[in-house]
């Protein structure tokens, strides 16, 4: 396959990014550079000094022989993956939370080396064997797929780096790696067939077409359940953020102002306020191959849960790329009968992993309205948590992406929360806190997990609608008052926001292919 000069010069632009920040000799000076506490070290090197002396010379020198093309690259890729190896070991030696910060902070910095490593490789390929006929400047796309695993699990098992200098590097890194896809997918085209090019078109899932009308999520959709106590909805007029009377606003005082002191504020669904997104429509979300164009082919690595609920026995977390998230969880057809295994990403910060997808959004105005603090009847756990925490300077973003079916079972956020339902639609049912002593929140369980925020209640099984008719009367002998407690419910629309405030016990269940957003804010 040829290449043409705009690729290699975004490959060039590629390692000279790399050469620059990720294998700078800076690295060694600048504690926050992998964003780790800066109060356990003055510098990297005494960050990473816990790991032994000798990882860190190994460090040094193999960042030296990438930076200067010396050496062995077979082995230093090698040496690399051992050191990844090691600390990958770590991890799984301690409670997450617990891991010591110099081996994430080798875990990160081997990552940024196989990374400038791979991208600088003479032969970019990974087959020893070369091709006499093979252009040496051509990026092997199985080079692109350990690029994109290699760095996107250091952000996964890390976190995002504090230093702003570096995160807008790797966010500028992969996004040339997007460009050089798309580039090779270009060029694959032209020298292709036409009889071949007409196949690969009709079958790239990554094509940036979104016109066709297969080019969807599934539509297949679940019963909704019938609503005992709908929401109230308002138009994104009635509830106006933007008054020219100088008077409170209506969001604000639907928010400090309840009809019902004894309750708070109330949930409100608010309708029109997210048209505008592009991911409602110029780039729409909706579409499967929008998508895997916004993630290098569907490369982007995404952490999932596995399983029903987070509560149920069986279920688990695993990373997988996009592409096989949509193909194996979001796209496959089973037949009538078949059970189908629940994959959700849930929770995610994707926004900060690809900013690119970032933009297909804006924060909602209602985010930045100044919120009550926690209502007298939550718990005390819940407002010592509250008061603790700093004010957010931007709402916490999330995304909530998975088939029909997911469930997040009946838990409270210690934040206020807008929910934005940018595709599909989910069934919800809320509960103020004053009902919190019918929902038997769960404590300190095992590892010393506090659980204390998620409800022992299945709302799914209580209500009938998973599970036997003998496991309904069980949930319902288990738990009696949990029928008496007073809920609101709905089913959220693409389109629309929902407003939970906070303290307030949540149970969401997907009813179709669902993408949604939640802005945390305090």
């Keep these: 396959m040829d ?12 390692i000279d990014l790399c050469f620059q920040t990720f294998c700078s000799p800076s690295w060694t000076k600048d504690s926050s550079i992998i964003g780790l506490s800066s109060e356990s070290s003055d510098n990297t090197s005494k960050l990473l000094a816990p790991c032994g002396q000798s990882i860190g010379k190994l460090l040094a020198h193999l960042s030296t022989s990438i930076r200067t093309q010396t050496g062995n690259q077979k082995l230093t890729l090698q040496r690399l993956d051992d050191l990844l190896a090691l600390a990958k070991e770590k991890f799984y030696a301690f409670p997450f939370k617990d891991v010591p910060e110099c081996w994430r902070a080798l875990f990160f910095e081997a990552s940024l080396l196989k990374f400038s490593a791979l991208a600088s490789r003479k032969s970019l390929s990974l087959d020893e064997k070369k091709d006499e006929d093979s252009n040496p400047d051509v990026m092997d796309d199985r080079v692109i797929d350990q690029m994109v695993e290699t760095m996107d699990m250091a952000l996964i098992m890390v976190g995002a780096p504090a230093s702003e200098t ?11 790696l997007q460009k050089i896809h798309e580039e090779m997918i270009d060029d694959d085209r032209l020298t292709q067939s036409p009889t071949k090019r007409q196949k690969l078109s009709c079958s790239d899932s990554t094509s940036r077409s979104t016109s ?9 959709s679940i019963t909704s359940p019938s609503l005992l106590n709908p929401i109230s909805r308002a138009t994104f007029n009635e509830i106006d953020i ?68 987070y509560v149920d026995s069986g279920w688990g977390q695993k990373i997988v790329s996009f592409k096989d998230f949509m193909t194996e969880y979001m796209l496959r057809s089973t037949n009538k009968g078949e059970a189908k295994e629940i994959g959700y990403l849930a929770q995610h910060n994707l926004f900060s992993q690809i900013p690119s997808l970032r933009n297909d959004i804006t924060i909602s105005d209602y985010c930045y309205v100044y919120p009550p603090q926690p209502h007298s009847s939550c718990s005390p756990a819940l407002k010592e948590k509250y008061a603790q925490m700093e004010e957010f300077e931007e709402p916490l973003i999330n ?10 079972p009946l838990h409270t956020d210690p934040y206020h929360n807008i929910l934005a339902q940018v595709v599909g639609k989910k069934y919800l049912r809320l509960y103020p806190p004053r009902e919190t002593p019918k929902l038997y929140a769960r404590g300190i369980e095992d590892g010393g997990i506090d659980m204390s925020n998620t409800s022992e209640v299945d709302i799914g099984v209580l209500e009938g609608w998973d599970g036997t008719v003998e496991e309904q009367e069980e949930e319902r002998k288990k738990f009696p008052e949990a029928e008496s407690a007073k809920c609101w419910d709905c089913v959220l629309e693409e389109g629309e926001v929902l407003y939970i405030p906070v303290g307030w016990w949540h149970y969401v ?14």
């Design 166 to 176: 570096l995160r807008s590097a790797i966010d500028c890194a992969m996004d040339v």
């Design 242 to 309: 933007n008054n020219d009377d100088g008077n409170m606003d209506k969001f604000a005082k639907h928010m400090h102002q309840p009809q019902d002191r004894t309750l708070g504020a109330e949930p409100v669904i608010i309708t029109g306020s997210i048209d505008s997104w592009p991911a409602r429509n110029k780039k729409p979300w909706s579409s499967p191959s929008y998508l895997l164009s916004k993630t290098i082919g569907g490369r982007r690595l995404v952490p999932i849960e596995v399983g029903r609920s």
């Design 399 to 408: 995304a909530w992406f998975g088939p029909a079916g997911t469930i997040s």
């Design 3 to 14: 290449i043409d000069s705009m690729q290699v010069s975004n490959k060039q632009i590629l």
């Design 509 to 522: 269940r997907g009813l179709s292919a669902s993408f949604s957003v939640s802005f945390w804010w305090n």
């Design 212 to 220: 066709s009308y297969q080019d969807r999520l599934p539509s297949i």
